[in-house]
């Protein structure tokens, strides 16, 4: 089975996730899900982006949300926690903790989207 290897940060992908999806869906199935997941995140990310530069803290915490929960279902656990926490900010107004969140989320989510967009 192919794998993901995370060995500059294991804890940017959980491989058991990973294994577990290729176990029940099989390589064809999990590529697809990387390819659909990387077209999802091409367009969520920079839509989130724009609702932080427009200060719409509502649309932020939905597109956190989603976000999160596609980064989390592919075992991208650091990306989804981050993400989460973001959610959990822009839901309560928390601007400075938002901020500090942005450079290693970005980092973070670029790092993910490229091992799912290396995905065969």
């Keep these: 089975m192919p794998k993901i290897n995370a060995v500059n940060d294991p804890q940017l992908l959980d491989q058991s996730m990973i294994d577990t999806h290729l176990h029940i869906l099989g390589p064809e199935k999990v590529a697809k899900l990387m390819q659909i997941f990387c077209n999802n995140q091409q ?3 920079p839509a989130l982006q ?7 803290y509502y649309e932020l915490e ?7 929960g596609a980064f989390d279902m592919l075992g991208f656990a650091q990306a989804s926690k981050l993400l989460r926490q973001l959610e959990k900010n822009a839901k ?12 290693p989320l970005e ?13 065969r």
């Design 92 to 103: 309560e107004g928390n601007i400075e903790p938002i901020s500090a969140l942005l450079e």
């Design 43 to 45: 367009q969520l990310w």
């Design 107 to 119: 980092l973070i989510i670029a790092q993910s989207a490229d091992k799912a967009s290396t995905w």
């Design 62 to 68: 939905q597109q956190a949300h989603q976000l999160a």
């Design 50 to 56: 724009l609702s932080l530069a427009n200060n719409n």
